[in-house]
């Protein structure tokens, strides 16, 4: 389900905890990456999910109004564009998405208040009033308006963030890569489906959990000596002096470029580069490429970097 950067992205929170906590439990930090990995596939279901139950809050709503006994013209003739929506309908239908929340035990059924805030505040929200008083429609208008207003409006509700943070601090940094996910979900959805497929956690192979695993484990195991080479590349700077976000990502390029042989160096630098530019200070990006650029020079005429396969090989 997740791509290697955001793989790359988990193994860099859990490094951060690690050096975080005064304890430096190797095996408690390898469970914990695994664990935020696990309930960050639970976000990405109790999105899609989501999704499903502002449906059925739309269609509550339009039952109340006709069931009133002096409705509106508007309530006895209600605007169903949104409950309408097929792309929507897919998910809400989606046997695949309630045979995984059933086997995963995830439901949004205790905390239906915030369900309802959601919907009340998408109700509001611009998105949504272009999309319920636009004239176009068809399929794809369908898809990009759904995904307009998910990204837009609701995965940026206060009330929906505050609630990811407080039920579990692995999610407090999760939402961004989630929604991420479902985004590219909903985009797979086309006009002949009955159901979709629900992303694996992982791939068949395994080979995404082996790197996860490899990274964050050879990152440790590496990092005193790989420390000393930092220190002599970073134009003599004291180590000390490095501020940590950039020091994790040096310890992740570089044992990244070690261990994965089939990995091109200009696919970790770049990929590295671009955690320190997110993660790191205004000038860290310039700093870690700088670094790297002269680290992986010399690893590699050296020998301690040795890249194998087709086009890789220096």
Known sequence: MLNRRQLRIKVLHALYAYYSDETRDTSQTQKLLFDSIEKMYDMYLLLLMLISELQDAAITRIEAGQDKQMPTEQELNPNTKFVNNRPL??????????????????????????????????????????????DESGFIYDREALNRVFRKTIVNND???????????????????????????????????????????????GDDKKFVSRLLDQTLNWAPEHDKLISAAADNWEF???????????????????????????????????????????????????????????????????????????
Do not use: C
């Open 89 to 134: 309908r897919v998910v809400v239908k989606s046997e695949n998405l309630k045979k995984m929340a059933k086997e995963r035990k995830i439901t949004w059924g205790e905390n239906a208040h915030v369900v309802k805030h959601v919907f009340r505040e998408l109700l509001e929200a611009p998105e949504y009033i272009e999309y319920m008083e636009s």
């Open 240 to 314: 000390e002096r490095i501020a940590l976000m950039d020091r994790l990502i040096l310890r992740m390029a570089l044992a990244e470029a070690r261990e994965f042989s089939q990995v091109p160096l200009k696919v970790t630098i770049n990929e590295y580069i671009d955690l320190a530019k997110y993660y790191s200070t205004e000038k860290s990006g310039g700093f870690v490429n700088g670094v790297l650029d002269r680290m992986f020079t010399s690893m590699s005429e050296d020998g301690t970097i040795v890249k194998t396969g087709r086009g890789l090989i220096q």
């Open 159 to 205: 009330m929906l963030q505050d609630w990811f943070e407080e039920h579990s601090i692995l999610w407090a940094d999760d939402l961004d890569l989630a929604s991420s996910i479902v985004l590219k979900t909903i985009k797979t959805i086309t006009e002949d489906m009955e159901d979709f497929e629900i992303l694996e956690l992982w791939k068949d192979d």
